[in-house]
Protein backbone atom coordinates (compact mmCIF):
# COMPACT_ATOMS: atom_id res chain seq x y z
CA UNK A 1 0.00 0.00 0.00
CA UNK A 2 2.94 2.37 1.10
CA UNK A 3 4.40 1.58 -2.58
CA UNK A 4 0.91 2.62 -4.25
CA UNK A 5 1.24 5.69 -2.16
CA UNK A 6 4.45 6.73 -3.27
CA UNK A 7 4.12 5.87 -6.86
CA UNK A 8 0.91 7.91 -6.76
CA UNK A 9 2.61 11.27 -5.46
CA UNK A 10 5.66 10.65 -7.64
CA UNK A 11 3.30 10.45 -11.20
CA UNK A 12 1.50 13.65 -9.37
CA UNK A 13 4.90 15.24 -8.77
CA UNK A 14 6.15 14.78 -12.52
CA UNK A 15 2.70 15.56 -14.11
CA UNK A 16 2.88 18.91 -12.38
CA UNK A 17 6.32 19.60 -13.33
CA UNK A 18 5.88 18.27 -16.97
CA UNK A 19 2.83 20.29 -17.45
CA UNK A 20 4.83 23.57 -16.03
CA UNK A 21 5.24 26.63 -18.34
CA UNK A 22 7.71 28.31 -16.21
CA UNK A 23 10.02 28.05 -13.33
CA UNK A 24 8.54 27.97 -9.82
CA UNK A 25 8.88 31.44 -8.24
CA UNK A 26 9.14 32.49 -5.07
CA UNK A 27 6.61 34.20 -3.36
CA UNK A 28 6.91 36.07 -0.22
CA UNK A 29 4.45 38.62 1.95
CA UNK A 30 3.91 39.78 5.69
CA UNK A 31 0.16 41.83 6.33
CA UNK A 32 -0.35 43.30 9.93
CA UNK A 33 -3.37 44.17 11.34
CA UNK A 34 -4.31 46.17 14.74
CA UNK A 35 -7.84 47.09 16.06
CA UNK A 36 -8.44 49.07 18.82
CA UNK A 37 -12.32 48.51 19.92
CA UNK A 38 -13.78 49.96 22.59
CA UNK A 39 -17.19 48.76 23.30
CA UNK A 40 -19.65 51.03 25.25
CA UNK A 41 -22.57 47.86 25.09
CA UNK A 42 -24.88 46.89 28.13
CA UNK A 43 -26.38 43.67 28.87
CA UNK A 44 -28.22 40.65 28.08
CA UNK A 45 -27.60 41.09 24.54
CA UNK A 46 -23.67 42.38 24.82
CA UNK A 47 -21.07 43.03 27.42
CA UNK A 48 -18.85 46.89 27.63
CA UNK A 49 -15.26 45.97 26.47
CA UNK A 50 -12.17 46.81 25.24
CA UNK A 51 -10.58 44.47 22.31
CA UNK A 52 -6.85 46.10 21.64
CA UNK A 53 -4.33 43.79 19.77
CA UNK A 54 -2.36 43.17 16.63
CA UNK A 55 -1.47 40.55 14.35
CA UNK A 56 1.59 39.51 12.39
CA UNK A 57 1.00 37.28 9.45
CA UNK A 58 4.18 36.80 7.41
CA UNK A 59 3.69 34.10 4.43
CA UNK A 60 6.39 32.42 2.47
CA UNK A 61 5.55 30.22 -1.02
CA UNK A 62 5.88 29.17 -4.87
CA UNK A 63 4.23 29.37 -7.68
CA UNK A 64 4.03 28.80 -11.30
CA UNK A 65 1.69 28.81 -14.34
CA UNK A 66 1.03 25.34 -16.17
CA UNK A 67 0.59 25.50 -20.11
CA UNK A 68 -3.57 25.67 -20.26
CA UNK A 69 -2.90 28.81 -18.34
CA UNK A 70 -3.52 27.97 -15.24
CA UNK A 71 -1.58 29.35 -12.00
CA UNK A 72 -0.55 27.30 -9.18
CA UNK A 73 0.58 28.56 -5.78
CA UNK A 74 1.89 27.10 -2.45
CA UNK A 75 1.87 29.30 0.36
CA UNK A 76 2.74 28.94 4.08
CA UNK A 77 2.91 31.38 7.20
CA UNK A 78 1.53 32.01 10.22
CA UNK A 79 -0.82 34.38 12.28
CA UNK A 80 0.54 36.15 15.31
CA UNK A 81 -1.86 37.69 17.47
CA UNK A 82 -0.79 39.57 20.50
CA UNK A 83 -3.41 41.80 22.93
CA UNK A 84 -1.81 44.75 24.08
CA UNK A 85 -1.25 44.66 27.40
CA UNK A 86 -1.53 41.29 27.93
CA UNK A 87 1.29 38.64 28.22
CA UNK A 88 2.66 35.27 26.90
CA UNK A 89 0.41 33.16 27.78
CA UNK A 90 -2.31 35.09 26.00
CA UNK A 91 -0.67 35.05 22.69
CA UNK A 92 -2.09 33.15 20.04
CA UNK A 93 -1.26 31.17 16.91
CA UNK A 94 -2.84 30.40 13.84
CA UNK A 95 -0.71 28.31 11.02
CA UNK A 96 -1.61 29.33 7.33
CA UNK A 97 -0.78 26.74 5.04
CA UNK A 98 -2.99 26.73 1.17
CA UNK A 99 -3.05 25.49 -2.26
CA UNK A 100 -4.19 28.04 -4.82
CA UNK A 101 -5.12 27.26 -8.25
CA UNK A 102 -6.12 30.04 -10.81
CA UNK A 103 -7.89 29.53 -13.81
CA UNK A 104 -9.71 32.60 -16.05
CA UNK A 105 -12.44 32.99 -13.52
CA UNK A 106 -11.86 30.07 -11.41
CA UNK A 107 -10.31 29.72 -8.17
CA UNK A 108 -10.03 27.21 -5.61
CA UNK A 109 -8.52 27.34 -2.41
CA UNK A 110 -7.56 24.45 0.17
CA UNK A 111 -6.02 24.31 3.54
CA UNK A 112 -6.47 26.66 6.08
CA UNK A 113 -7.15 30.10 4.26
CA UNK A 114 -6.83 33.61 5.48
CA UNK A 115 -10.30 35.55 5.32
CA UNK A 116 -8.66 38.30 3.34
CA UNK A 117 -9.01 35.92 -0.19
CA UNK A 118 -12.86 36.05 0.04
CA UNK A 119 -15.05 37.95 -2.67
CA UNK A 120 -16.99 39.36 -0.16
CA UNK A 121 -17.05 39.37 3.68
CA UNK A 122 -20.05 37.46 5.51
CA UNK A 123 -23.33 39.57 6.82
CA UNK A 124 -22.80 40.81 10.30
CA UNK A 125 -25.54 37.90 11.05
CA UNK A 126 -23.13 35.17 10.01
CA UNK A 127 -19.79 36.83 11.48
CA UNK A 128 -19.32 38.57 14.36
CA UNK A 129 -16.65 41.39 14.38
CA UNK A 130 -15.10 39.75 17.49
CA UNK A 131 -15.30 35.96 15.46
CA UNK A 132 -13.05 38.02 12.49
CA UNK A 133 -10.34 38.85 14.95
CA UNK A 134 -10.10 35.65 16.58
CA UNK A 135 -9.99 33.27 14.00
CA UNK A 136 -8.05 35.00 10.74
CA UNK A 137 -8.26 31.94 8.44
CA UNK A 138 -11.23 29.08 7.37
CA UNK A 139 -9.59 25.45 7.95
CA UNK A 140 -10.95 23.34 4.72
CA UNK A 141 -11.84 25.08 1.41
CA UNK A 142 -12.61 28.33 -0.40
CA UNK A 143 -13.97 27.90 -3.88
CA UNK A 144 -14.88 30.98 -6.11
CA UNK A 145 -15.91 32.54 -9.52
CA UNK A 146 -15.96 35.99 -10.51
CA UNK A 147 -16.86 37.99 -13.87
CA UNK A 148 -17.62 41.36 -15.31
CA UNK A 149 -21.49 40.29 -14.23
CA UNK A 150 -20.67 39.22 -10.22
CA UNK A 151 -19.64 36.24 -8.33
CA UNK A 152 -20.19 32.66 -6.49
CA UNK A 153 -17.78 31.90 -3.77
CA UNK A 154 -18.63 28.66 -1.36
CA UNK A 155 -16.73 27.73 1.69
CA UNK A 156 -16.28 24.68 3.92
CA UNK A 157 -15.13 25.72 7.40
CA UNK A 158 -14.08 22.91 9.51
CA UNK A 159 -14.36 24.24 12.80
CA UNK A 160 -13.46 21.76 15.18
CA UNK A 161 -11.76 18.20 14.98
CA UNK A 162 -13.79 15.77 17.28
CA UNK A 163 -12.28 14.48 20.76
CA UNK A 164 -13.43 14.06 24.12
CA UNK A 165 -12.46 17.84 24.93
CA UNK A 166 -13.46 19.12 22.01
CA UNK A 167 -17.15 19.39 19.74
CA UNK A 168 -16.82 18.24 16.03
CA UNK A 169 -18.07 21.57 14.22
CA UNK A 170 -18.42 22.80 10.64
CA UNK A 171 -20.11 25.02 8.64
CA UNK A 172 -20.75 25.77 4.89
CA UNK A 173 -21.54 29.18 3.23
CA UNK A 174 -22.76 30.13 -0.13
CA UNK A 175 -22.91 33.51 -1.56
CA UNK A 176 -23.45 34.87 -4.96
CA UNK A 177 -24.27 38.44 -6.55
CA UNK A 178 -25.43 39.08 -10.23
CA UNK A 179 -25.17 42.38 -11.03
CA UNK A 180 -25.87 44.60 -14.23
CA UNK A 181 -24.54 47.92 -15.28
CA UNK A 182 -26.96 50.25 -16.89
CA UNK A 183 -27.57 53.74 -15.56
CA UNK A 184 -27.55 52.09 -12.70
CA UNK A 185 -26.28 49.05 -11.18
CA UNK A 186 -28.63 46.85 -10.54
CA UNK A 187 -27.85 43.32 -8.52
CA UNK A 188 -29.40 40.54 -7.16
CA UNK A 189 -28.08 37.67 -5.19
CA UNK A 190 -28.28 36.06 -1.73
CA UNK A 191 -26.34 34.00 1.21
CA UNK A 192 -26.73 30.70 2.48
CA UNK A 193 -25.36 28.88 5.64
CA UNK A 194 -25.29 25.63 7.18
CA UNK A 195 -23.35 25.30 10.70
CA UNK A 196 -22.92 22.03 12.16
CA UNK A 197 -22.16 20.90 16.07
CA UNK A 198 -21.90 17.58 16.62
CA UNK A 199 -20.51 16.03 19.60
CA UNK A 200 -17.50 15.19 21.72
CA UNK A 201 -15.32 12.13 20.68
CA UNK A 202 -15.29 9.60 23.22
CA UNK A 203 -15.50 8.65 25.87
CA UNK A 204 -16.77 12.07 26.59
CA UNK A 205 -20.76 11.61 26.97
CA UNK A 206 -22.77 12.53 23.71
CA UNK A 207 -24.50 15.90 24.52
CA UNK A 208 -26.52 16.00 21.15
CA UNK A 209 -26.16 17.51 17.85
CA UNK A 210 -27.29 21.16 16.75
CA UNK A 211 -28.16 22.84 13.10
CA UNK A 212 -28.11 26.68 12.58
CA UNK A 213 -29.53 27.20 8.58
CA UNK A 214 -29.87 30.10 6.97
CA UNK A 215 -30.93 31.02 3.54
CA UNK A 216 -31.25 35.22 2.54
CA UNK A 217 -32.07 36.39 -0.80
CA UNK A 218 -31.59 40.35 -1.65
CA UNK A 219 -31.68 42.88 -4.31
CA UNK A 220 -30.29 46.07 -4.66
CA UNK A 221 -29.39 49.00 -6.69
CA UNK A 222 -26.27 51.41 -6.64
CA UNK A 223 -26.62 54.61 -8.08
CA UNK A 224 -23.34 55.77 -8.05
CA UNK A 225 -22.61 55.40 -11.76
CA UNK A 226 -24.08 59.00 -12.74
CA UNK A 227 -22.65 61.12 -9.79
CA UNK A 228 -19.41 62.04 -8.03
CA UNK A 229 -19.93 59.54 -5.24
CA UNK A 230 -17.81 55.98 -5.02
CA UNK A 231 -21.03 54.41 -3.52
CA UNK A 232 -24.58 54.98 -2.72
CA UNK A 233 -25.81 51.36 -2.75
CA UNK A 234 -29.51 50.10 -1.33
CA UNK A 235 -29.85 46.56 -0.98
CA UNK A 236 -33.03 44.89 0.69
CA UNK A 237 -32.93 40.91 2.07
CA UNK A 238 -34.94 38.61 3.34
CA UNK A 239 -33.72 35.92 5.82
CA UNK A 240 -34.93 32.61 7.08
CA UNK A 241 -33.06 30.34 9.69
CA UNK A 242 -33.82 26.92 10.79
CA UNK A 243 -32.76 26.24 14.00
CA UNK A 244 -32.44 22.91 16.18
CA UNK A 245 -31.13 20.66 19.13
CA UNK A 246 -31.86 17.32 18.54
CA UNK A 247 -31.72 15.99 21.58
CA UNK A 248 -34.94 18.26 22.93
CA UNK A 249 -36.74 17.96 19.27
CA UNK A 250 -36.51 22.17 19.80
CA UNK A 251 -37.26 23.35 16.09
CA UNK A 252 -37.13 27.54 15.29
CA UNK A 253 -37.44 29.32 12.04
CA UNK A 254 -36.86 32.55 12.56
CA UNK A 255 -37.81 35.34 9.78
CA UNK A 256 -36.83 38.41 8.57
CA UNK A 257 -36.31 41.72 6.66
CA UNK A 258 -33.06 43.74 6.78
CA UNK A 259 -32.22 46.78 4.69
CA UNK A 260 -28.66 47.94 4.01
CA UNK A 261 -27.79 51.11 2.79
CA UNK A 262 -24.36 52.54 2.00
CA UNK A 263 -22.34 56.00 0.93
CA UNK A 264 -19.14 56.14 0.55
CA UNK A 265 -17.53 59.59 -1.05
CA UNK A 266 -13.45 59.56 -0.71
CA UNK A 267 -12.11 59.59 3.18
CA UNK A 268 -16.02 59.20 4.23
CA UNK A 269 -18.41 56.49 4.71
CA UNK A 270 -21.88 56.18 6.48
CA UNK A 271 -23.51 52.33 6.34
CA UNK A 272 -26.67 51.87 7.82
CA UNK A 273 -28.23 48.08 8.65
CA UNK A 274 -31.74 47.70 9.60
CA UNK A 275 -33.34 44.89 11.06
CA UNK A 276 -36.96 43.31 11.75
CA UNK A 277 -38.12 40.14 12.84
CA UNK A 278 -37.45 37.03 14.71
CA UNK A 279 -34.54 36.52 17.47
CA UNK A 280 -32.26 34.94 14.79
CA UNK A 281 -30.36 33.05 17.65
CA UNK A 282 -33.06 31.71 19.53
CA UNK A 283 -30.22 29.00 21.12
CA UNK A 284 -27.22 31.64 21.56
CA UNK A 285 -28.11 31.55 25.35
CA UNK A 286 -27.11 27.49 25.22
CA UNK A 287 -23.98 27.72 23.20
CA UNK A 288 -23.15 30.97 22.43
CA UNK A 289 -20.68 31.25 19.56
CA UNK A 290 -20.07 28.02 19.28
CA UNK A 291 -22.87 27.49 17.58
CA UNK A 292 -23.75 31.12 15.83
CA UNK A 293 -21.06 33.02 14.62
CA UNK A 294 -22.67 35.98 13.72
CA UNK A 295 -23.35 39.44 15.99
CA UNK A 296 -25.53 38.57 19.51
CA UNK A 297 -27.89 41.83 18.39
CA UNK A 298 -29.79 39.96 16.13
CA UNK A 299 -31.30 38.07 19.25
CA UNK A 300 -32.62 41.40 19.04
CA UNK A 301 -37.00 41.88 17.54
CA UNK A 302 -35.52 45.28 15.94
CA UNK A 303 -31.97 46.07 15.53
CA UNK A 304 -30.33 49.14 13.47
CA UNK A 305 -26.58 49.83 13.38
CA UNK A 306 -25.25 52.93 11.95
CA UNK A 307 -21.57 53.13 10.97
CA UNK A 308 -20.06 56.56 10.50
CA UNK A 309 -16.09 56.21 9.09
CA UNK A 310 -13.56 58.25 8.22
CA UNK A 311 -10.15 57.01 5.78
CA UNK A 312 -7.08 57.81 7.60
CA UNK A 313 -4.85 56.60 4.87
CA UNK A 314 -5.89 54.63 2.15
CA UNK A 315 -3.59 53.19 -0.17
CA UNK A 316 -2.76 50.18 -2.09
CA UNK A 317 -0.95 49.11 0.59
CA UNK A 318 -1.97 50.10 3.92
CA UNK A 319 -6.08 51.08 5.20
CA UNK A 320 -6.54 52.80 8.08
CA UNK A 321 -9.66 54.20 9.35
CA UNK A 322 -11.59 55.43 12.72
CA UNK A 323 -15.42 53.84 12.55
CA UNK A 324 -17.93 55.19 15.22
CA UNK A 325 -20.92 52.76 14.83
CA UNK A 326 -23.96 53.10 16.75
CA UNK A 327 -26.53 50.31 17.69
CA UNK A 328 -29.69 50.60 18.90
CA UNK A 329 -32.30 46.96 19.97
CA UNK A 330 -35.43 46.70 21.12
CA UNK A 331 -35.76 47.22 24.90
CA UNK A 332 -32.30 49.07 25.30
CA UNK A 333 -30.82 52.70 25.11
CA UNK A 334 -28.48 53.32 22.34
CA UNK A 335 -25.16 51.66 22.24
CA UNK A 336 -21.72 53.14 20.65
CA UNK A 337 -18.78 51.30 19.34
CA UNK A 338 -15.14 53.04 18.46
CA UNK A 339 -13.16 51.04 16.34
CA UNK A 340 -9.92 52.24 14.88
CA UNK A 341 -8.39 49.29 12.47
CA UNK A 342 -5.17 49.58 10.53
CA UNK A 343 -4.02 46.84 7.52
CA UNK A 344 -1.05 46.44 5.79
CA UNK A 345 0.17 44.14 3.38
CA UNK A 346 3.67 44.06 2.01
CA UNK A 347 2.40 42.52 -1.24
CA UNK A 348 -0.07 45.84 -2.19
CA UNK A 349 3.15 47.60 -3.56
CA UNK A 350 2.40 45.99 -6.43
CA UNK A 351 -1.62 46.31 -7.17
CA UNK A 352 -3.28 49.13 -7.94
CA UNK A 353 -6.59 48.96 -6.18
CA UNK A 354 -6.96 50.19 -2.84
CA UNK A 355 -6.63 47.41 0.23
CA UNK A 356 -9.69 46.49 1.31
CA UNK A 357 -10.84 47.26 5.19
CA UNK A 358 -11.42 43.94 7.60
CA UNK A 359 -15.10 44.72 7.33
CA UNK A 360 -15.13 45.61 3.62
CA UNK A 361 -16.03 49.35 4.34
Not at 127 to 142: K, M, T
Not at 234 to 259: E, H, K, T, W
Request: glycine residues 8%; hydrophobic residues 35%; proline residues 6%.
Amino acid sequence: MKRHCLLLILCLTLGCTLAAQDKPRFLYNVDFATWFDNREYQRPLQIPQTLFSFRLSPEIGVGLSDRQGGSHRLIAGVHYTQPLGGNWKEVHFHPTAFYQYQYKGFTMNIGAVPYKHFIRQLPDFLRYDSVAYAHPNIQGALLQYSSRHGYVEAMCDWRGMQSPTRREMFRITFDGEYSYQGFFRYFAGGVAQLNHKANHGAPTPREGVCDDIYASPNIGIDFAAPTPLDTICLRASYIYGYQRFRPDNLVYQPQGFMLEFMLRWRFLGLKNTFYVGDNLMPLYGMFGADLNQGDPFYQSPLYNRTDLFIYIVRKGFVNCYFSWNMHYAAGTRLQNQQQLIVLFSLDGLKKEQRLRGLFDK
